[in-house]
Structures are given as C-alpha cells and as structure tokens.
C-alpha cells in the first residue's frame, strides 16, 4: 500500500490518518486509508493543509479548526487532543509543501503528492 512514498508523504498520511482515528475513535482499516489517499488525490485543493482539511471533511464530516484558530486558543486555554493532532498535520503538511510543492507557480496541478 506504501510503496513508492517518500518519508515527507508517509509523515503527512500519518497525520492525516490519526487526526481521522482521533475523530471517529477507531483505527483506520487499509481500506479506508486507501480511500483517504484517494480523496487526498482528487481534490482540487492547492496546499497539502487544505487537501487534508477536505479529505478529513470528505471522510469523518468533520470541520477541522483552522491554524489561527488553535493558535488563539492556545493563548487562553489549554489545547485538546484535536488540537495537537491539527497542529502535527499543519506542520507536516507545511514540510512536504517545502519539499516538494503540490502546485506549481501557476497553479496547474503536479502529479506529485500522495499516493496509494
């Protein structure tokens, strides 16, 4: 199911995969994690972050909060779980866009990206 993904793409599915088991609190089956890379893989979203944030939509009908939300949060309150989990899929999503972006300069899809 793996093969052919770079370290920077696997870290990014691992992210994405536990803010999932997270939400609907049972681990992912290979077959839903080949749905998820498939839902990454289709959207039309530019960035790594909001391709995640629609597949987690797509998947669990969930709303993630965004980035500037948490970090808000997290000056009043302490973060949650989700929290964390959201701010570890930011993050990797942010490595992986510097390593090798999902789109080009002029927003023409690349065939890069995860997949299954």
Sequence with gaps: MYQGIAV???S???AVFAVIEHL???ELTTTSK???IAYLNDTSEASY?????EAVRRYAQAVLPTLDHVREKSRTVEL???DHLVLK???EAARLSKAAPSRSASG???RGGPRS
């Design 8 to 10: 920077g793409e696997m």
């Design 49 to 53: 972050a909001d391709r995640a944030r």
């Design 89 to 91: 899929l930011e993050y």
């Design 24 to 26: 609907t609190k049972s």
């Design 108 to 110: 023409k899809a690349r």
């Design 80 to 82: 949650d779980e989700l």
């Design 12 to 14: 990014f599915l691992l």
């Design 34 to 36: 080949k749905l998820l």
